[in-house]
């Protein structure tokens, strides 16, 4: 891994697949809320699936996707409370700990940049206690757009006045990354394994680590 954290002064953290283990939005969004919905409509979980799965493509990679209130709306669902139903379901994944405490006894500037809800947010940080870590967070809701969307990235450069050079971002979606690559930001690492319960994700497009492990001793 050829990152000189010598010249790092900016380090850029994803919340869910990246910090916390996305197990957790997975079985949510694939068994929690089908069958909420299933159940509601008086349908089988196929029937519920097949309604759902089109609206939820439909809406990947834009700020709706990641909005809880939009959901709680399109579904007639209280997501959020359902969220809370299940949370002991929410887990940081291996290492998170170890490789926030060690950031913090450099001098870097550590952002916690995450496209979930603020409800969403709130509720994970509430059970995690992340938000300890970070010098600032940042909700793509905050903007208005998606980290999927190049405004984010100059919205979040103009507020924080990032390096882009110095700057490392650290994410599990490749189209985060892809950009953020294409905004400028030079050290970018794609999370292979986002959900514990699923094997990794590799690429060649991006470096890429398993866990933390990997970097606790280098920072």
Not at 99 to 106: E, P, V
Not at 133 to 146: A, L, M, R, T
Not at 175 to 202: C, E, H, R, T, Y
Request: proline residues 3%; contains cysteine; glycine residues 2%.
């Amino acid at each position: 891994m050829n990152i000189n954290w010598d010249l790092i002064d900016t380090v850029l953290l994803d919340m869910d697949g990246t910090l916390l283990d996305l197990r957790f939005d997975n079985y949510f969004w694939h068994e929690i809320v089908p069958t909420k919905f299933a159940n509601k409509h008086g349908i089988g979980i196929e029937e519920a699936n097949l309604y759902l799965k089109p609206l939820f493509k439909k809406m990947e990679g834009s700020l709706n996707w990641y909005c809880l209130d939009y959901w709680t709306k399109e579904l007639d669902i209280d997501i959020l409370r359902l969220k809370r139903d299940i949370t002991e379901h929410i887990k940081v994944l291996p290492h998170v700990y170890e490789f926030l405490i060690k950031l913090n006894y450099t001098s870097r500037n550590v952002l916690l940049v995450t496209n979930a809800h603020r409800d969403s947010l709130n509720l994970k940080l509430e059970k995690t206690k992340i938000d300890f870590y970070f010098d600032q967070i940042i909700s793509s809701h905050d903007y208005g757009v998606p980290k999927e969307d190049n405004v984010f990235w100059q919205k979040l450069q103009q507020d924080h006045l990032i390096d882009l050079n110095k700057t490392i971002l650290f994410d599990d979606s490749l189209a985060v990354l892809d950009a953020a690559q294409n905004f400028g930001i030079k050290n970018l690492i794609f999370v292979s394994k986002p959900d514990s319960s699923l094997p990794s994700n590799f690429t060649s497009k991006f470096t890429y680590i398993d866990d933390f492990s990997e970097l606790i001793n280098r920072i």
